[in-house]
């Protein structure tokens, strides 16, 4: 039964908002994990999180519902993106009835107290993640404390993200309960996988030679890549090229240009083989980056140098161990970048003259190593926290086929 606070709540809301009638997607088979963000760091965050547990326990789908502005993801299989619906009995039923989440990720805050009530009625486990203050002061509750209490008694377990977080979650109604800290989730991706068979093979072919990695290279890209290249070939004579193409058509461009230009070249999927000579392997298809990124010490990722290619993800080369050089123009990607470069693990150019400055740099190994280290630390950052929530989840999908 509502309390009185919660069907005031319900009755405020019904008045002041329009009722939900876009039609959602239909339901995928199987466990699907809810989510809610609010911005893009919890919604990647919450992909990676299910991708693992996709490793793990077999297929299982994911809804990312927000408030505000939809996150910037890339399109995923089994991944939905939705607006939270509006918080009124009503439209919350029709959701839950829809989706049947067998649980819910809540982050941050920004609480819908219907939405949330009509979850415990359909008896979905929620849990709030890094809970912060800001988000939690809602002006709601200043008028009906009581709704606070009874809305975080929804919630399965409390974590906050800081001490402020914590303070705010006690204050609402949480001193009963038991609150955690806890870390933001990790914000990474899974490495592409390598055959180590052929990583091997390649590495004894390349016999200890210098090498770096242009990847994701559009058209308008490859002049200023060859050119950082003949640039720092001149000082590092034995130094090779791994020159992927952003698409095929790229790379047939490529093959006349190169050629054009007089390079020694290994066309891999000609079967080629690296020789002593070799100054640039040309891959043709992206297929293979996981291999190329532990290949290389370092690599500059394309699409970036000139506008409205986008940009590719930097993630990717990280959890490889590869340091980042990147272009001015990343489109979606710019809060990864940024991230990475803020502690030393990315660097930015502009044009193939300060390519060439940070290729020649970036051959000390030292120097490489220092970058890679710091974009592998900082995607790792959350482990922890991501490890203990995926076990959580385990418990509640074990309980659920155990029951049915």
Same mark, same amino acid.
């Not at 791994?242 to 790379?251: D, E, T």
């Not at 990124?293 to 970036?304: D, E, K, T």
């Not at 003259?353 to 190593?369: H, K």
């Given at each position: 039964?509502?309390?009185?606070?919660?069907?005031?709540?319900?009755?405020?809301?019904?008045?002041?908002?329009?009722?939900?009638?876009?039609?959602?997607?239909?339901?995928?088979?199987?466990?699907?994990?809810?989510?809610?963000?609010?911005?893009?760091?919890?919604?990647?965050?919450?992909?990676?999180?299910?991708?693992?547990?996709?490793?793990?326990?077999?297929?299982?789908?994911?809804?990312?519902?927000?408030?505000?502005?939809?996150?910037?993801?890339?399109?995923?299989?089994?991944?939905?993106?939705?607006?939270?619906?509006?918080?009124?009995?009503?439209?919350?039923?029709?959701? $839950?009835?829809?989706?049947?989440? %067998?649980?819910?990720?809540?982050?941050?805050?920004?609480? @819908?107290? #219907? /939405?949330?009530?009509? +979850?415990?009625?359909?008896?979905?486990?929620?849990?709030?993640?890094?809970?912060?203050?800001?988000?939690?002061?809602?002006?709601?509750?200043?008028?009906?404390?009581?709704?606070?209490?009874?809305?975080?008694?929804?919630?399965?377990?409390?974590?906050?993200?800081?001490?402020?977080?914590?303070?705010?979650?006690?204050?609402?109604?949480?001193?009963?309960?038991?609150?955690?800290?806890?870390?933001?989730?990790?914000?990474?991706?899974?490495?592409?996988?390598?055959?180590?068979?052929?990583?091997?093979?390649?590495?004894?072919?390349?016999?200890?030679?210098?090498?770096?990695?242009?990847?994701?290279?559009?058209?308008?890209? $490859?002049?200023?890549?060859?050119? %950082?290249?003949?640039?720092?070939?001149?000082?590092?004579? @034995?130094? #090779? /090229?791994?020159?992927? +193409?952003?698409?095929?058509?790229?790379?047939?461009?490529?093959?006349?240009?190169?050629?054009?230009?007089?390079?020694?070249?290994?066309?891999?999927?000609?079967?080629?083989?690296?020789?002593?000579?070799?100054?640039?392997?040309?891959?043709?298809?992206?297929?293979?980056?996981?291999?190329?990124?532990?290949?290389?010490?370092?690599?500059?990722?394309?699409?970036?140098?000139?506008?409205?290619?986008?940009?590719?993800?930097?993630?990717?080369?990280?959890?490889?161990?590869?340091?980042?050089?990147?272009?001015?123009?990343?489109?979606?990607?710019?809060?990864?970048?940024?991230?990475?470069?803020?502690?030393?693990?990315?660097?930015?150019?502009?044009?193939?003259?300060?390519?060439?400055?940070?290729?020649?740099?970036?051959?000390?190994?030292?120097?490489?190593?220092?970058?890679?280290?710091?974009?592998?630390?900082?995607?790792?950052?959350?482990?922890?926290?991501?490890?203990?929530?995926?076990?959580?989840?385990?418990?509640?999908?074990?309980?659920?086929?155990?029951?049915?």
């Amino acid at each position: 039964m509502s309390s009185l606070s919660l069907t005031a709540y319900k009755a405020l809301a019904k008045s002041m908002t329009i009722p939900q009638s876009d039609p959602y997607p239909e339901r995928p088979a199987g466990p699907l994990i809810w989510g809610v963000v609010h911005d893009e760091a919890s919604a990647r965050a919450l992909v990676y999180l299910v991708e693992r547990l996709r490793q793990m326990r077999g297929p299982c789908s994911l809804l990312i519902t927000y408030v505000g502005k939809m996150p910037r993801l890339t399109s995923k299989k089994g991944v939905f993106c939705h607006s939270l619906p509006v918080d009124t009995t009503e439209t919350s039923k029709w959701f $839950l009835e829809h989706w049947r989440p %067998a649980l819910c990720l809540w982050f941050g805050g920004e609480l @819908r107290p #219907a /939405l949330i009530a009509e +979850a415990k009625a359909f008896e979905i486990p929620m849990s709030l993640l890094s809970a912060q203050a800001d988000l939690l002061d809602q002006s709601i509750w200043r008028w009906l404390p009581s709704l606070a209490r009874e809305t975080l008694g929804a919630f399965l377990s409390l974590s906050a993200r800081d001490a402020n977080g914590y303070k705010a979650l006690r204050k609402m109604g949480g001193a009963r309960r038991k609150v955690s800290m806890q870390d933001l989730l990790q914000d990474a991706v899974l490495p592409p996988t390598v055959n180590e068979s052929v990583f091997e093979s390649v590495s004894t072919d390349l016999n200890g030679r210098p090498v770096w990695l242009a990847a994701h290279i559009q058209e308008d890209e $490859l002049k200023a890549v060859l050119r %950082a290249h003949r640039a720092t070939s001149k000082l590092t004579h @034995r130094l #090779a /090229l791994v020159l992927v +193409a952003a698409s095929f058509p790229v790379s047939v461009e490529a093959r006349a240009l190169l050629k054009s230009q007089g390079w020694r070249v290994c066309h891999w999927e000609d079967g080629d083989l690296i020789e002593e000579n070799t100054q640039v392997i040309l891959v043709e298809e992206p297929e293979e980056m996981g291999l190329w990124y532990r290949i290389a010490p370092f690599c500059f990722l394309g699409s970036s140098l000139k506008p409205l290619h986008g940009g590719c993800d930097p993630y990717v080369p990280a959890t490889l161990g590869s340091a980042i050089i990147y272009g001015p123009n990343v489109g979606r990607h710019t809060s990864s970048y940024s991230r990475l470069a803020s502690v030393g693990g990315a660097r930015i150019v502009n044009d193939a003259d300060s390519l060439a400055q940070a290729i020649e740099q970036l051959l000390a190994a030292d120097q490489s190593a220092l970058m890679a280290h710091a974009a592998w630390a900082t995607i790792s950052e959350g482990a922890e926290a991501t490890d203990s929530v995926i076990d959580d989840i385990h418990d509640h999908l074990d309980a659920l086929e155990s029951a049915s």
